[in-house]
């Protein structure tokens, strides 16, 4: 079965800094879009970066740019989003997916079950 699974979330205070991967299960990255996503209680799912499946760009919402850094491995079917400077304001589910229009790419439907990111002290 196809499918992303995230990893990495987890207990973090103000200030610090976490690594998420987001491994494709079962297919390979190849030039998919990559996307990442958030999703905090009683709001709803916003993207927050992607990156593209064919030069490698990335884009940021305002929200998270500069603070965030997402990759990838194509040989180990792997995403990162790399998460600096964490705040409170960021506690959410991530998830990641292949459906990242916002990235240059294919384009496709995949999605994880999400990491929990709790910001607090």
């Known amino acids: 079965q196809a499918q992303f699974v995230e990893s990495g979330g987890g207990l973090v205070q103000p200030g610090g800094s976490l690594r998420l991967s987001c491994v494709a299960s079962g297919f390979g990255l190849g030039d998919f879009a990559i996307g990442w996503f958030r999703q905090a209680p009683g709001k709803e799912r916003e993207g927050i970066g992607c990156i593209s499946g064919d030069d490698g760009s990335t884009w940021y919402a305002d929200s998270v740019k500069g603070r965030f850094t997402i990759s990838r491995d194509n040989a180990e079917s792997t995403a990162y989003l790399q998460m600096n400077n964490l705040k409170v304001e960021d506690t959410a589910i991530y998830s990641c997916?292949?459906?990242?229009?916002?990235?240059?790419?294919?384009?496709?439907?995949?999605w994880g079950q999400g990491t929990q990111v709790t910001v607090s002290s």
């Open positions: 997916s292949n459906a990242a229009p916002a990235c240059s790419g294919t384009i496709g439907d995949y």
